[in-house]
């Protein structure tokens, strides 16, 4: 991963130096060299960005890393004629660090991943926050900040979709962080938070049945509205779930086994070794994996979810099923499998989308 990194850096280098001849010539002919680079350099022509005559480029990670074309501070000109377009923004930030502005790449990032609506986000593609997290985590790295830049790139992980990108991270920023360790089936990088990061009470009594073989998913929202985007708030939202489902409905733990919070965050619940108490009894949490999505989602709720949220949803659902064989049919709503309004429509479309996409995938629930 690290030494294709490195290619497309020395690619994206401007085409008349890639192009320079041998220093030996160099030094002989400097003079008629100079003049022959200088007409190569102006002969090539302005890219349609640059004449303003095209869109900027999709928020793909191949879009976005493309070798610079021309000149690239006439490109970089050019892209703020889209100051809150998701692509523009990327790319902006691309071009910035491979020129070594690494500071000024955190604005077009920071309006991203803080400032651009979540609709705005949702229509232009699934790996618009990936991708800035992933660029902001490479500028952080290379500024001397590795703690943030592994935040970023945990957040980054957990929710790409775009195969360019996920090979990017996995490769991590190239300076201070390490490669991922452990590649997960498909290398869908889902890496759930440790219950002991949100300091989860014990699991109570006796009262858990051993899950057995997993073969179900089932997918709830917690009703609760909850936007608020720090680990902190999450944390506090999880813990009053668990006293919740343990001081007033006494039951032995959290119900869930994943909890997945604005941001994307996902975090572990109940050990996955026992079964949950989500779907209503108990013959319906038999070998199902419960998870929630952090917020109120129904009609009357807070809208819809986060695209990050989904994206995470999505890579947390497809890493499980791959690795525990299910069947795209076993991938459930709560309200599939009893009277409730939860999750929600938006959950529910998310759901059945990704249900088709795996039966019409096989690839996707096996090796490559
Ligand atoms: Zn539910």
């Known amino acids: 991963m690290r030494d294709s990194a490195g290619s497309r850096r020395v690619t994206a280098a401007p085409r008349c130096f890639s192009a320079a001849p041998a220093p030996a010539v160099l030094r002989r002919c400097a003079g008629a060299l100079a003049a022959l680079l200088v007409v190569g350099c102006s ?8 004449r303003g005559d095209a869109l900027p480029p999709p928020p793909t990670y191949a879009a976005v890393t493309a070798p610079a074309r021309g000149e690239s501070h006439r490109e970089l000109d050019a892209l703020r004629r889209f100051p809150d377009h998701p692509g523009a923004l990327l790319r902006s930030a ?8 690494n500071a000024a790449s955190l604005r077009p990032l920071n309006l991203i991943v803080h400032g651009l609506a979540d609709e705005q986000l949702a229509a232009r593609g699934r ?19 590795p703690d943030q ?5 945990a957040l980054a992980r957990q929710a790409a979709v775009d195969p360019g990108l996920i090979a990017a991270l996995a490769a991590g920023t190239g300076t201070a962080d390490a490669p991922l360790a452990e590649a997960d089936w498909r290398g869908v990088p889902v890496r759930p938070i440790p219950r002991e990061a949100w300091r989860a009470a014990p699991a109570r009594g006796s009262g858990m049945e051993p899950m057995g073989a997993i073969e179900r998913i089932t997918i709830h929202h917690s009703g609760t509205v909850f936007r608020a985007g720090s680990r ?12 919740d489902h343990q001081d007033e409905r006494h039951w032995a733990d959290i119900a869930y086994h994943y909890l997945i919070d604005p941001d994307g965050r996902v975090w572990t619940g109940r050990d996955l070794r026992w079964q949950g108490a989500h779907a209503g009894d108990p013959e ?27 994206a995470a949803l999505r890579g947390l659902v497809v890493s499980l099923a791959a690795r525990h064989d299910i069947a795209p049919d076993q991938i459930l709503t709560h309200r599939e499998l009893k009277t409730t309004e939860c999750p929600g429509p938006f959950i529910q479309s998310e759901i059945a989308a990704l249900r088709r996409s795996l039966a019409g995938a096989p690839q996707l629930a096996g090796p490559p």
């Open 94 to 101: 691309w071009l910035l660090q491979e020129t070594g502005q």
């Open 43 to 50: 002969a090539v022509p302005p890219t349609p960005l640059e």
């Open 284 to 310: 319906r949490n038999r070998h199902n994996v419960g998870i929630c999505l952090l917020g109120n989602f129904v009609p009357n709720g807070q809208g819809r979810p986060p695209a990050v949220q989904l």
């Open 232 to 243: 902190a708030a999450s944390i506090a939202a999880i813990r009053a779930i668990q006293r």
């Open 149 to 153: 830049a592994a935040d970023d790139l």
């Open 127 to 145: 790996d618009v926050q990936p991708l800035a997290r992933w660029l902001r985590a490479r500028a952080q790295a290379r500024l001397g900040h």
